[in-house]
């Protein structure tokens, strides 16, 4: 069968998937329909917006298709006569059903190096957890979350200096070539899967919003991890003792000096923003108060010349 005669259907939502859409859309391959989760208001007009991925199969002429749930609501694939699904970061749990429609089966791009990191947030949690390297593994897609047969991987390597937004980019056009260098051989039936090795499973569960506030009894190597993971999109935070939130979009590690109680601002000048913590100091590099831009260090200290001693929880 040839490759750009594939009627595929695309099940992606976020920027990181619209990427990869688009790439195969103009590589030429023959993209019958998009899912995606449905559309959410933005902001404080609470204005609808439009999810990525439905911005570029719209611009393309591509219908798409938003269920509220999918395992309630997946007629419509049926009709569409997809000879394979791919999916990328989706959002929701795909049904058997679904999986089953498609006689070349239904494969994903997961944004770990499988079998680590199953589950919802494996970019993020790389960065939580301070990795040098992550990946992209396309698999086949199962009723089991992130469980099936491997076609293939494609190593992301992770700088200190990554968030999740730079990480998200590297792993989008990684995405995309792992994907433009496999799927004619999937197509064509040339590819051996490799089973997972359960023994090395670990997972990367949702971070809920909950989880935005930074937890000060962790040790300061997890707190600059989650302060990567959330950034630049939703942001990590803490509160001043007048319950104002501060968001903190960037840090480092400073010293291993304990003078203060965790959540203490010891220095706040020219040189940085030094915040202790259980096992030593880290350094504030880019913060952003209520309302206001998200500003260096500098900025955010000529703003607040009295910032220091402060304590925030």
């Known amino acids: 069968m040839l490759s750009n005669k594939t009627r595929i259907l695309y099940l992606g939502t976020p920027e990181i998937s619209a990427h990869v859409l688009r790439g195969l859309i103009l590589a030429g391959y023959n993209v019958i329909g998009v899912v995606a989760q449905p559309d959410k208001p933005i902001g404080r007009g609470k204005k609808i917006e439009f999810v990525p991925t439905k911005v570029v199969a719209e611009e393309f002429g591509i219908p798409v298709f938003q269920p509220l749930k999918i395992r309630l609501d997946y007629e419509f694939a049926k009709d569409l006569h997809p000879d394979l699904?791919?999916?990328?970061?989706?959002?929701?749990?795909?049904?058997?059903?679904?999986?089953?429609?498609?006689?070349?089966?239904?494969?994903?791009?997961h944004g770990s190096l499988l079998p680590k990191y199953r589950g919802a947030a494996p970019m993020q949690y790389a960065l939580i957890n301070g990795e040098k390297e992550t990946g992209i593994t396309l698999m086949q897609m199962v009723d089991k979350m992130d469980a099936g047969g491997m076609f293939g991987k494609i190593v992301v390597p992770i700088s200190l200096e990554d968030n999740y937004t730079s990480l998200s980019q590297k792993m989008a056009s990684a995405a995309l070539k792992l994907a433009l260098d496999k799927l004619p051989l999937y197509i064509d039936g040339q590819?051996?899967?490799?089973?997972?090795?359960?023994?090395?499973v670990t997972y990367a569960g949702l971070i809920k919003k909950e989880q935005e506030h930074l937890d000060l009894t962790l040790p300061k190597a997890k707190i600059i991890g989650w302060i990567r993971a959330l950034s630049i999109e939703p942001g990590a935070y803490l509160y001043r003792d007048n319950n104002q939130m501060v968001k903190i979009f960037e840090a480092e590690d400073y010293s291993e000096t304990i003078e203060a109680l965790p959540g203490t601002v010891v220095s706040a000048s020219k040189n940085g923003i030094i915040l202790q913590l259980i096992d030593g100091q880290i350094n504030l590099l880019k913060l952003q108060k209520p309302g206001k831009?998200?500003?260096g260090f500098r900025d955010f200290v000529n703003g607040e010349p009295q910032f220091k001693g402060t304590v925030l929880k």
Do not use: R, T, W
């Open 293 to 295: 831009k998200i500003v």
């Open 191 to 200: 590819l051996v899967k490799e089973e997972q090795n359960e023994a090395l």
């Open 85 to 109: 699904i791919l999916c990328f970061a989706y959002g929701q749990i795909i049904p058997q059903q679904l999986l089953d429609i498609p006689p070349l089966g239904s494969i994903n791009l």
